[in-house]
């Protein structure tokens, strides 16, 4: 019982189609890979979905996870009330993967509604765990789902808390698979959302050549002035998924990369070779 695959996959809201309609054609490579990659997850039948994003209620200190029965969200910020992803959690996973967190010394927090109203943050699903989640659960793939949101974490306690979601998932005799939710760099040509810097070419491509060479351990080693310039929002959760594969060896597929608007979306599938 392990991790039996891994992902890192873009979220743009417009590879939903009735978002982006007919822009959608400017992102068709990712939306394949996406389509291609939510096929490959449905064909493991996992018996949890472990997902991790950047946008969600995020701390300065702790990592935090949705910790209600069932979840909820639609993309009504985005035009698009209509479309609505609802998913169940796993409490007994989620109570146990705070403990080991904890012996690891790594905060945890576990959102509760009353929680989520105190912090003033809705009770649903961000459009992170959302995009991916569309494409996954298009297949029919119908288990629980752990909607974790990174920590602003030192990389190396991101690193060791993947390995706790794997540890987790062995102990409690799971299959689980880990979606890591991020966009690259928002600044990769002029125009782009957060402006044009030239180090977001930079951070994209040195990112993925780490990948594509089973590198992962140098990701947490990048040029931290690289990785500010570039204006991303993936790669802490890339690293607590690449901590969760670590023990094993894992081959790397770069499925796909573009980025037509200004934002690097790449999609990358991680396989256990053993």
Same mark, same amino acid.
């Given at each position: ?171 409690? #005799? +799971?299959?689980? $698979? *880990? /979606?890591?939710? @991020?966009?690259?760099?928002? =600044? ?7 402006? !044009? ?36 929002? #993936? +790669?802490?959760? $890339? *690293? /607590?998924?690449? @901590?969760?594969?670590?023990? =094993? ?7 796909? !990369? ?17």
């Amino acid at each position: 019982m392990a991790i039996l695959m891994s992902a890192l996959t873009p979220h743009p809201p417009l590879a939903i189609p009735q978002i982006g309609r007919e822009n959608r054609e400017l992102v068709r490579n990712t939306i394949e890979s996406m389509e291609e990659l939510a096929r490959e997850i449905e064909a493991k039948k996992p018996d949890l979905l472990i997902t991790i994003s950047p946008h969600g209620p995020v701390f300065a200190d702790a990592i935090s996870i949705l910790d209600l029965e069932e979840l909820e969200g639609d993309f009504a910020d985005f035009a698009c009330p209509e479309v609505k992803i609802q998913v169940r959690t796993e409490e007994g996973f989620i109570k146990k993967l705070k403990e080991n967190a904890g012996r690891e010394g790594i905060e945890v927090i576990t959102l509760t509604e009353a929680d989520l109203a105190r912090y003033r943050y809705p009770a649903r699903l961000d459009h992170g765990v959302m995009v991916p989640l569309y494409f996954i659960l298009n297949t029919g793939l119908d288990v629980p789902v752990i909607p974790i949101t990174m920590g602003l974490l030192e990389y190396e306690k991101l690193f060791r808390f993947g390995g706790v979601i794997e540890k987790t998932v062995e102990g409690l #005799g +799971l299959n689980a $698979i *880990i /979606i890591a939710s @991020g966009d690259l760099s928002h =600044r990769l040509k002029p125009g782009a959302p957060a402006g !044009y810097n030239p180090y977001g070419e930079k951070f994209d491509q040195e990112l993925i050549d780490l990948l594509r060479k089973r590198e992962y351990r140098a990701v947490l080693e990048m040029d931290p002035l690289v990785i500010e310039k570039a204006g991303e929002c #993936g +790669l802490r959760p $890339i *690293i /607590i998924m690449l @901590g969760a594969i670590a023990r =094993r060896n894992f081959s790397s597929e770069v499925k796909s !990369y573009e980025g037509p608007f200004g934002v690097g979306y790449a999609v990358v599938g991680f396989y256990p070779e053993d």
